[in-house]
């Protein structure tokens, strides 16, 4: 009996050094973490999340989507370490942040995107200007035709305009990709997708959607801007917007490392794959000799 007990509390020892073993090495290298995105940049997320697992393989990274203002309350409370977002924060969100995390808010920049405004590829249409935008979006006809409520589209598109969200008139299609693949069915209506949707250049699915519509160029003050590196660049196109990362996390851990990674060279050079415009750019040296 002695001899049982002895073993018994042998084993309850050594299984728990083992789990304080295992708590100690979870680092940014290793452990499982989810990561909340908007449908309208998940593609580039999942691209970073993918490189960040090929690096670094006892990492398991999962991307989940989630409209960006209910991604941004899970931060806060806690239920999420990392989400990303495109629209800016307020003040009364910021020092929220502040706040609850206890920490300075400094968003983690990494891609520029954009949000664009679809036709169906047979459409006489052929550029948009801001008055038409800002007008149908006051519109009980409801021309435009987003993804939801409380989507990155929606609420970068509002923030453009300097109008809430809620104020808003509009159409919904659930999904980016539905918007485009529905978008034939109502010709009298303009989609409003973003541009992560379709802008991988070389992926099949890109482009068979790429090819059901066609972007509007947007005419602001007498120019008209179309969709360009160039124009990402420059943030000359009226609704470029620049996607960042916020974290939720003690020390550097996983968040923290992934975050480092999507914004040094290496994940750089995926979001250029995305056919994004990456944020942080690295100059290429040669040596001649």
Known sequence: MKLKYILLLSAFFLLNCKKDKKAKTETYYQGNMT?????????????????????????????????????????LSGKSKIIVMSRELSEPEIEEYNKQIKSKFIPAKFAADAVVFIVPKNSPKESISMEEIKAGLNSD????????????????????????????????????????????????KIGVIGLNTISRPYDKKSEELRNIVKILPVEELGTTYEISYENLRSMKYPFTRVLYFVANEGGFNLASGFIRFSCTQIGQKIVQKEGLQPYNIYKREVQMR
């Open 141 to 188: 006809e409801k021309p435009f035709i987003f993804d939801g409520a409380n989507s990155g589209n929606l609420n970068f598109v509002a923030q453009k305009i300097g109008q809430k969200p809620a104020d808003l008139k509009f159409s919904v299609i659930p999904g980016n990709e539905n918007v485009i693949r529905e978008l034939d069915k109502y010709p009298d």
């Open 35 to 75: 990561i909340l995105t908007d449908d309208s940049f998940k593609s580039v997320t999942e691209a970073l999340a993918d490189g960040y697992m090929i690096n670094y393989p006892e990492a398991k990274l999962n991307v989940e989507t989630k409209k960006e203002d209910l991604a941004f309350l899970d931060l």
